[in-house]
């Protein structure tokens, strides 16, 4: 196996038994001693594919045996088989007939980054935020159930999305309805890897046997006679398998834990979820496992090779530097306020790799709070360090803050506290696709009472608004978007805006462009062609309405721009003041249109939503066209009016 990413294949793999598995069917006619070169070559191939184009890496390494064993004992894809967040599942893509197409994994029109109802019969339940797996699998079994089916649903779950309050409304909702189900815990943290071994694997292929499980049900209806008998039992059984594994809370969840089972042992996988298959009630198999298994960098520093960009050929000319991430700025711009006011506290929901907390996290240990995927604690852990006087900043992607929208209202907003919510990955986010997109924070946002919400055009302006926001009595959040930007000059002080105040950057005739974001660079742009006005709003809510209104007296057409759902955003901001002052202006609102954009590259999505350079300045210029010729006939009502691309 290669060691390092220079080692990775640029040329496809010899995968002669591989290439005879198009369907989980056909992999089910295997005989077991062959699964072990199945294993080998699909890890392979799985390198070679994501080298050719980028993704998720180390966690579908991790499940390559725990992917051929499922497929191999489970009748898929009549027994449901439900992926949690999806990192794990392009071995499971491989297998289920979508070998051919992974070169085209996360590109326009190509395989999808997670699994995805409409790409495949096997992939049960689409996906791409955590901690979804246990609900969606128990549902299934319900249904089955209520079918008089013998289906089986399966749910793996990593120990990072077990995390999640919702992964334990779950588990303690399946045993009181008694479901026939399965959990898969794919535990890869490593902290209990002394467990893993040969008595550990020996318990768990005991513990899960028919003998094991018509004893233990024979012994509970003799007992069952005696009082207080079987309470005894169940206590010391409970008591003896709690010395040797780590199952204790799962049994008191009601759930009949098997494990840690090394979760590379292809045979123990086989027996043991052979055993569990046909089990009645709640079934918990704990394994563990070695992201990045196979792939000597990936073992060593996994989250560094959680996912890669595409490899380039070993004799590619180096890159040249790229600018500045918005997620550094805002890395930089909290350790220097955090240096400034020694209230400040950091808190993410597991993202502090993503949204650079890291140099934070190291100078301020004791100020940092890494909640793991919990977003709705840690709102509400904001909530309550801003109660008792701290400056809370929540780091959050867009798309994870659509999980804790009632905590932003009901335990931040309502109560007027003093929170900042620094939200990365606002707007399109490229080949991850529609589940990661931030495409509503601008409209669930704007309806709240006192939030004040900021849109920075580069990242000077970023780093002002996070202080904006900061010295901000009451909740306010900045929102900014996944890569680099303009690479503008950063002034290195800690100087606020004023709130509520765009600021005018080009002065034209006619049209007026307002730009909620990042966009005010293709705005410029087209302005100059059409000699247009462009003023960079900053501020969603509240509103430069003395802006606003300077801009109506004096142009023909107004247009909005932002990367954000037309339906509730800022354009329909600036509609809603124009309509309340009775102001009858013509006014094309630019944005996301009212369906899922695909997964594709930035530029490609953006074009696609009439948000480049090129698709502005063909809507103004239709629009133009539209009021030209109604001017030229008879005179009708101006309507507030939105396009959608």
């Not at 900021?454 to 978007?481: H, I």
Request: hydrophobic share 40%.
């Amino acid at each position: 196996m290669p060691k390092t990413l220079h080692e990775i294949p640029r040329e496809r793999p010899a995968t002669p038994l591989l290439d005879r598995i198009d369907t989980p069917a056909a992999l089910r006619h295997l005989s077991e001693h062959e699964l072990e070169t199945l294993a080998d070559e699909l890890r392979h191939y799985l390198l070679y594919t994501v080298g050719q184009t980028g993704g998720h890496f180390g966690a579908g390494l991790g499940v390559i045996e725990l992917t051929v064993a499922l497929h191999y004992v489970f009748d898929t894809p009549d027994d449901r088989l439900v992926w949690d967040v999806g990192h794990q599942a392009y071995p499971h893509k491989i297998l289920t007939g979508r070998r051919d197409q992974m070169g085209t994994l996360r590109q326009k029109g190509g395989v999808a980054a997670f699994p995805r109802r409409s790409e495949s019969e096997y992939d049960t339940f689409g996906v791409g935020h955590s901690s979804t797996s246990i609900s969606a699998a128990l549902g299934m079994a319900i249904a089955a159930r209520m079918q008089g089916s013998k289906r089986k649903s399966v749910a793996v779950i990593g120990d990072g999305a077990l995390t999640a309050g919702m992964a334990f409304e779950a588990l303690n909702h399946a045993s009181d309805v008694e479901a026939d189900m399965l959990v898969v815990l794919n535990d890869n943290d490593m902290s209990i890897s002394h467990n893993v071994g040969g008595l550990s694997n020996y318990l768990a292929k005991l513990l899960s046997s028919r003998t094991y499980q018509n004893m233990r049900e024979g012994g509970k209806k003799v007992l069952a006679k005696l009082p207080g008998a079987w309470e005894i039992a169940r206590r010391t059984e409970e008591a003896a398998k709690g010395m040797l594994v780590p199952g204790t809370l799962f049994e008191e969840l009601g759930w009949n834990y098997i494990g840690p089972v090394d979760g590379h042992d292809l045979p123990t996988l086989i027996t043991t979820l052979r055993n569990l298959r046909d089990a009645k009630g709640p079934q918990f198999l704990h394994i563990v496992t070695k992201k990045g298994k196979g792939f000597s960098a990936a073992e060593a520093a996994p989250i560094e090779y959680h996912a890669i960009t595409k490899l380039e050929p070993l004799n590619a000319a180096p890159k040249k530097p790229s600018s500045p991430k918005y997620s550094n700025i805002f890395g930089d711009w909290l350790c220097d306020m955090a240096a400034a006011d020694p209230k400040l506290v950091g808190i993410t929901p597991a993202m502090k790799e993503g949204s650079d907390l890291i140099r934070f996290s190291e100078q301020y240990p004791d100020r940092y709070f890494d909640v793991a995927i919990a977003e709705q604690h840690a709102v509400t852990l904001a909530a309550g360090l801003a109660c008792d006087g701290a400056k809370p900043v929540v780091a959050i992607y867009s798309t994870f803050l659509q999980r804790a929208y009632d905590q932003l209202i009901h335990d931040v907003a309502v109560q007027n506290l003093d929170v900042l919510f620094a939200i990365d990955r606002a707007g399109l986010v490229g080949e991850d696709g529609p589940t990661h997109a931030g495409s509503f924070d601008l409209s669930f946002l704007r309806c709240i009472p006192g939030m004040v919400i900021m849109a920075p055009s580069d990242e000077n302006e970023m780093r002002r608004m996070l202080t904006t926001g900061y010295q901000f009595k009451g909740p306010a959040a900045v929102r900014y978007p996944r890569g680099s930007g303009p690479n503008a000059a950063i002034e290195p002080g800690l100087e606020p805006l004023e709130i509520g105040k765009g600021v005018l950057r080009r002065q034209g005739h006619r049209v007026a462009f307002l730009v909620f974001g990042v966009q005010l660079k293709e705005a410029l742009q087209v302005a100059e062609g059409l000699d247009a006005s462009v003023a960079d709003m900053r501020f969603v809510k509240p509103l430069d309405e003395a802006l606003i209104r300077a801009l109506a007296d004096s142009h023909d057409l107004l247009v909005t721009i932002e990367e954000n759902s037309i339906m509730g955003g800022a354009g329909s901001a600036v509609n809603e003041f124009l309509a309340r002052e009775n102001l009858l202006k013509p006014i094309l609102n630019l944005g996301l249109p009212d369906y899922y954009v695909e997964h594709a590259k930035p530029s490609e999505m953006l074009a696609e939503c009439g948000l480049d350079a090129l698709g502005i300045e063909k809507a103004v210029t239709q629009r133009l066209a539209q009021l030209e010729a109604n001017t030229a006939s008879e005179p009708v009502p101006l309507v507030l009016a939105s396009r959608n691309p």
